[in-house]
């Protein structure tokens, strides 16, 4: 089986060149397109470098390779990536279009949070599938979260939501995060009940975030199929999941650039211990070498 093409294997191959040439730019556009920076962002950031050569007088392709780097930390780091999660409880609405791996983002954040010390309660507001309700509850209790579940088939979500945030406030358990549903019949019937959601939790607590999950391999299109959330949801933060290393590492700055939304956690695998906040200049680094 071939290895798997990442954006910092093709750029190696462009920085060990004797000199940049016109080769170079080419090469490096259709990279950075391959992994998934979009065509126009390429475009930008070749015109940026180019400027940066010319400005430098430099011909050396290991100049190039720390200007990219700079280049792509210095417009990670417009965005601000910190979780706020200093209120008590902070509650967490997590939202996303099924199939982008919400729930089991759920499970390794409470274990996330855990490894801090935090205490965890999670609130399985998905309520239209039974099969996310389990799915939720067995990552939660993996990562040493307590659960509240419906108590019955149906249940209104936001009444779900309510109980898990008053439980958290009657316990003193410090962090919340509510599950919420990826898919309605419309979109405007989602949107209606997650506003609702927010409504109901907000008589008891205010929202510390609204974490938006995507599926780093779906690129553009999940984006497209996300854009309710971001429009409707009050999203302040976005996680992706299945960021295989670099080869869609692009799409990190893509989707902050083209959302104005921060990047907060990176999930890169399928343990439980494998997500991890979002830190610009070590993406950066990976990403480039």
């Known amino acids: 089986m071939a290895a798997p093409w990442s954006l910092g294997g093709a750029l190696r191959g462009l920085f060990v060149k004797p000199t940049i040439d016109e080769q170079t730019w080419d090469d490096l556009?259709?990279?950075?397109?391959?992994?998934?920076?979009?065509?126009?962002?390429?475009?930008?950031?070749?015109?940026?470098?180019?400027?940066?050569v010319a400005q430098y007088r430099t011909t050396d392709p290991k100049d190039l390779q720390r200007m990219l780097r700079e280049t792509l930390e210095e417009r990670l780091v417009r965005y601000d990536t910190t979780l706020t999660l200093s209120e008590r409880p902070a509650v967490v609405l997590v939202v996303g279009v099924n199939g982008v791996g919400k729930t089991t983002t759920i499970?390794?954040?409470?274990?996330?949070?855990?490894?801090?010390?935090r205490s965890v309660?999670?609130?399985?507001?998905?309520?239209?599938?039974?099969?996310?309700?389990?799915?939720?509850?067995?990552?939660?209790?993996?990562?040493?979260?307590q659960v509240v579940r419906p108590q019955q088939?149906?249940?209104?979500?936001a009444s779900v939501a309510y109980q898990t945030v008053e439980k958290a406030q009657r316990e003193g358990i410090e962090m919340v995060l509510i599950d919420t549903a990826g898919r309605l019949q419309t979109k405007s019937g989602l949107m209606d009940e997650l506003a609702k959601v927010r409504r109901v939790i907000e008589k008891l607590s205010p929202i510390a975030e609204v974490l938006l999950v995507l599926d780093a391999t779906t690129g553009q299109n999940g984006l497209a199929q996300a854009e309710a959330f971001i429009q409707h949801?009050?999203?302040?933060?976005?996680?992706?999941?299945?960021?295989?290393g670099s080869a869609k590492g692009g799409f990190v700055l893509a989707v902050q650039e083209k959302t104005g939304i921060p990047i907060k956690l990176v999930g890169q695998g399928e343990g439980i211990g494998d997500l991890t906040g979002f830190t610009p200049h070590v993406f950066a680094q990976q990403l480039v070498g």
């Open 29 to 52: 556009e259709t990279a950075l397109i391959t992994a998934d920076f979009g065509p126009d962002l390429s475009e930008q950031l070749v015109q940026e470098l180019r400027g940066k």
């Open 107 to 117: 499970g390794k954040f409470a274990r996330f949070l855990g490894n801090y010390g």
């Open 121 to 145: 309660v999670v609130g399985a507001a998905d309520t239209f599938r039974a099969a996310a309700v389990e799915q939720l509850a067995t990552w939660a209790e993996r990562a040493g979260a």
């Open 153 to 157: 088939e149906g249940q209104d979500p």
């Open 233 to 244: 949801a009050g999203v302040t933060g976005l996680v992706l999941t299945k960021l295989d």
